[in-house]
């Protein structure tokens, strides 16, 4: 090696690349980290997020954005929503309110979560979670149909009442399948998606069938 000290570099020879870091030139703007951003605006963004995706339900369409956006928060409200809806007497009751809101809440998560497995194994090109995000923002219309049948019944419980309650969920019901259906549509092989579809179907009837048969103690 002691020959390498002789050897130097021609200035014909040109040196390729950058070598020099300029300074000054990266802004915290451009850095997507949100270490330093307030609480306060973190929430905001993200309660913003989540309404957006209750749009996207409301008015559904084949659209990427439940997927590439997934969030959990959104169905754990109305999850919770739903339960506390759905529970039969007060809260402060120990033989009403507790088993049915936990029964409520597991029907639902673990429902969603066979259906995802069921996806994943016929071949679905998205992810576990979002798939339960999707799942779960889809009960948004049977949550906002909870919501009408507990009105209905403050006015009576007839005849007429069963029929108003019936119509809502039927069409509350069809507005959650064709969404989750309409979100998942193409994430699914062309020859299996009624395969998908099916456990879909049942997962948003049992719900239905929970949310018509409910009378308040």
Known sequence: FAG??????????????????????????EDGSTLDEPVRETIMRDLKAVGKKF??????????????????????VLCVSLALMLQGGSADSKDDGGPQFAEVFVIIWFGAVVITLNSKLLGGTI?????????G?????????MLVCRLVLLAGSGTISFIIRLLVVLAMFAWSTLASTAFLADSQPPNRKAL?????FLFYFVISWMILTFTPQ
């Open 137 to 145: 923002y889809c009960v948004l219309p049977l949550t906002v149909g």
């Open 127 to 135: 992810s576990f979670f979002q798939s339960l995000c999707v799942l």
């Open 55 to 76: 749009v996207h339900v409301l008015y559904p369409r084949k659209s990427s954005t439940l997927l590439r956006d997934w969030d959990l928060w959104g169905p754990l």
């Open 4 to 29: 390498l000290a002789d050897v130097s570099i021609s200035e014909e020879i040109p040196v390729e690349g950058q070598i020099t870091v300029p300074v000054g030139s990266h802004s915290p703007d």
């Open 196 to 200: 998908v579809v099916y456990p879909i």
